[in-house]
């Protein structure tokens, strides 16, 4: 093949081609939080633990069946971007969505009655742990197939763009779905039009069992909106008080009418893909160094004692509380009975 | 010699158009390449180039003509050194008919693009769904679609438009045409060419109560977007247990049009038919598009609302009323008749009526039942007119294997078994993707001899 002369693969220079994008905005810092925003934080994220740790034993007693995705070590990510936002905002998610869900302010007792496929859960037993939604929570789901929250997110955004409303819309998906086309397409018409919408990408390294580096060819996903001229900043997903500082960027960056953000959190799943994962695609060390050194909880635990802010009883004491929320929920989610066989033909059709 | 100039065609299914305007006069030199003159559809307006070089002989067209049909000669050039003495004018085909039926497609000049069509059987509606005396007027179901979308929309704000070349370009096939004029650019959006993503952003904007349409350039393409349509739009409700769904209508040309082979040509009224949470509206006539559409836009759930490119253009008789509306889910007796039952929907009805006229001539009183709504299905009013002809022919141009036809065949064995004197037979398109080759093109579609045979052998004549 003839190549060409090594001069003529210098372009000319024509000046920097014009950029309409607004700066992008750096990390900022991690937001300073009270006593009593480390202390709801805490709460928040320890709930989280709890309840997918209880949902973890439920499954393994075969009282929730199918699929079950727990959040365990991400706990930071949705309690943070929850503190951003405000009444009326809406979140939707993929499959991995009880933390979602719990920080949502969704009822633990509903969840889990709807992981046990009981008539109280949120879906009336009809959706699952993969599809979940509260319209008075403004949850929007709870969705399945990987990618697919991301265009119908972008829609919610644009459903606020159309009303003139300064809602944003909180779309979160992961490093894997950050592979589909529609990400991609969706991207375009919310910088096009300036959609409200955060798009918040949850990175724990694995796309099920495929790590970042063997599935994405740029592994820097806050880029991942550069061919559409859409921001994005990388946040440590582990601390709390980073996701609220970015959260709180975003919002205040789409509420301003500036268009989509992307927030990449760099966050670390603890358990396998779903309860039926061995998770024989890392070591058990890096799992472990995780938890030693980046955990979410332990790091705000930690926080409270140095600046005796709560002491071991305080804390012992909220445990103790959140045990008994999710115990309840368990125990609920157990005995509430099955939906009833006429339910089977409802809600197919309004 | 001299060169004929012809009217041209400005799509496939395009039969005749007008011509708007001369740009040249006789005398002029031109060049190939040249403007010569405007023409112009319902849907479009394009110029016309000269082929070749030469001076402009003779204009047998004037400019203003109405209805000059695909290939008439327009014009004649002359190449150097002739004279127009060298015209022969009648090689120049007739022009324009003064006075055109309104609904009758003209059988297309070259072979076998549109599959059947003659004029279509006169039957009165049986049972009209309009009052006595309504006036009516004479309606292009293209403007009957757009004017349902306009009255939809001037009723409530939470309509909009989304789709491919909805807004500035009127419309691939024009059915927008005017939108955007009346509602602006927020409610008649523009997309990029991306169906995956604005079928999903249709979908989550309808979640949070909006009532969007989505216009699909054709529903091949929809393929694209089917996970949405089904996954998202089709399962929500029921999987939040019935506190959210979507209120979108997803709409366009479905089936074959004509050569454009297949990728562009398939029908996909039993893919969406099968799916619980989708209703799924095919209309054929200008009255019914109108009135359904506007019924889909109004309903709460999702609607595939499957139309015809090869009828866009047609005239029917719309009522002229200020809120017509047709119920999704009732199937209309088309035609009343006693010796068997032929059941269809969208421009299968067209195959059905050509049918029943010649079925007619040999006795044979054909009564033919247009589905209009694929999901819910009125099986009851098919089930009525098999019990009382007791055969059936179904007639689609879907594939045939889990097909309309199947599906209407299985319930006909279980709820009229007893009412049969002949097993029901299915005319479809073939089991083969469409071809390209005109001639090949007309095997794969059903065809009006299809179901003459089908007939004959459900009536053992």
Redesign the interface.
């Known amino acids: 093949m003839a190549r060409k002369p090594k001069s003529a693969s210098k372009k000319p220079s024509a000046g920097k081609t014009k950029s309409k994008s607004a700066a992008i905005p750096a990390t900022p810092a991690p937001a300073e939080f009270s006593k009593e925003q480390e202390l709801a934080a805490y709460r928040n994220m320890l709930m989280i633990r709890r309840f997918e740790e209880k949902a973890g034993q439920l499954y393994g007693m075969g009282f929730i069946g199918g699929f079950c995705h727990l959040y365990i070590g991400q706990e930071a990510v949705v309690t943070g971007m929850q503190a951003a936002i405000s009444e009326g905002d809406?979140v939707?998610t993929s499959y991995r969505d009880h933390g979602h869900m719990l920080a949502c302010g969704m009822d633990p007792k509903g969840v889990m009655a709807e992981l046990t496929g009981r008539r109280n859960?949120?879906?009336?037993?009809?959706?699952g742990s993969m599809?979940?939604?509260?319209?008075e929570k403004n949850f929007?789901?709870?969705?399945?197939?990987v990618g697919?929250q991301?265009?119908?997110?972008?829609?919610?955004?644009?459903?606020?763009h159309?009303r003139d409303e300064k809602k944003v819309c909180l779309t979160y998906f992961g490093d894997g779905a950050s592979n589909q086309?529609?990400v991609y397409?969706?991207f375009?018409?919310a910088e096009?039009w300036k959609l409200p919408c955060i798009y918040v990408i949850e990175n724990n390294r694995y796309a099920m069992g495929t790590s970042v580096v063997r599935s994405s060819a740029l592994t820097e996903f806050s880029k991942r909106g550069s061919s559409f001229n859409i921001p994005g900043i990388e946040v440590d997903g582990m601390d709390v008080r980073a996701v609220k500082a970015a959260g709180d960027l975003a919002v205040k960056w789409c509420r301003a009418g500036k268009g989509p953000i992307i927030l990449e959190m760099q966050t670390y799943r603890y358990r396998g893909h779903s309860m039926s994962d061995p998770a024989k695609y890392r070591s058990k060390d890096e799992v472990q160094k995780m938890r030693a050194e980046s955990d979410p909880v332990e790091q705000v635990r930690q926080r409270l004692i140095a600046k005796k802010w709560a002491n071991e009883d305080v804390l012992k004491a909220i445990d103790k509380d959140i045990r008994a929320v999710v115990g309840n929920a368990a125990e609920f989610a157990q005995s509430d009975p099955e939906p009833d066989a006429s339910e089977l033909y409802?809600?197919?059709?309004? | 010699m001299p060169i004929n100039i012809t009217m041209p065609a400005l799509s496939p299914t395009m039969e005749e158009g007008n011509l708007a305007k001369w740009l040249v006069k006789e005398g002029d030199t031109v060049s190939a390449g040249d403007v010569i003159a405007e023409i112009e559809t319902d849907k479009a307006t394009m110029e016309v180039e000269s082929i070749d070089e030469g001076t402009v002989g003779k204009i047998l067209v004037p400019e203003g003509t109405e209805g000059v049909k695909v290939n008439a000669v327009i014009a004649v050039l002359l190449e150097d050194g002739e004279n127009a003495g060298a015209i022969d004018t009648t090689a120049a085909a007739p022009t324009a008919e003064p006075e055109k039926a309104p609904q009758e497609p003209a059988p297309q000049p070259v072979a076998a693009s549109a599959p059947t069509p003659a004029a279509p059987a006169k039957t009165t509606p049986v049972e009209p769904e309009y009052p006595a005396g309504t006036k009516l007027i004479s309606t292009t179901v293209r403007d009957a679609l757009r004017d349902a979308m306009a009255e939809e929309m001037r009723a409530d704000n939470d309509v909009f438009v989304m789709g491919e070349e909805v807004a500035e370009y009127q419309g691939a096939y024009k059915v927008t045409q005017g939108l955007l004029e009346e509602f602006g650019a927020k409610r008649v959006v523009d997309t990029p060419i991306t169906e995956h993503g604005f079928a999903g952003l249709g979908v989550g904007a309808a979640m949070s109560g909006l009532k969007p349409i989505v216009e699909f350039m054709t529903f091949n393409f929809a393929m694209q977007a089917i996970d949405h349509i089904v996954n998202s739009a089709a399962k929500t409700l029921y999987m939040s247990g019935g506190q959210m769904g979507a209120q979108i209508v997803f709409r366009g040309p479905n089936g074959a049009a004509s050569r454009v082979a297949a990728q562009h040509s398939q029908c996909y009224a039993a893919w969406y038919g099968h799916i619980p949470g989708l209703k799924v509206v095919a209309p054929y006539g200008a009255a019914d598009a109108k009135g359904l559409l506007k019924a889909a836009i109004r309903d709460p759930n999702p609607v595939i609302f499957l139309e015809n490119e090869m009828v866009y253009g047609q005239s029917f008789d719309v009522p002229d009323l200020d809120d017509f509306v047709v119920p999704i889910g009732k199937a209309k007796v088309h035609k009343a008749g006693n010796d068997v039952t032929l059941v269809t929907f969208g421009i299968g009805v067209r195959y059905a009526e050509d049918a029943a006229r010649e079925l007619a001539e040999m006795g044979i009183d054909a009564e033919i039942i247009d589905l209009r709504t694929i999901r819910p299905m009125d099986i009851e009013t098919v089930m009525r007119s098999v019990m009382k002809t007791n055969r059936c022919v179904t007639i689609e141009e879907g594939f045939p294997q889990s097909g309309i036809g199947a599906e209407i065949t299985a319930q006909i064995m279980q709820n009229a078994f007893d009412y049969l004197d002949a097993p029901v037979l299915r005319v479809t398109g073939k089991d083969v993707p469409m071809p390209y080759a005109a001639n090949l093109e007309k095997l794969a579609l059903p065809s009006v001899g299809d179901v003459i045979e089908a007939v004959k052998a459900v009536t053992y004549k």
């Not at chain 1, 991301?150 to 606020?160: C, D, I, P, Q």
């Not at chain 1, 409802?346 to 309004?350: K, L, S």
């Open positions: 809406q939707i859960g949120y879906s009336k037993g009809k959706g599809h979940m939604f509260s319209k929007y789901g709870g969705h399945g197939i697919g991301v265009s119908l997110g972008t829609g919610l955004a644009f459903a606020n159309y086309g529609q397409e969706s375009n018409m096009l409802t809600d197919v059709y309004v």
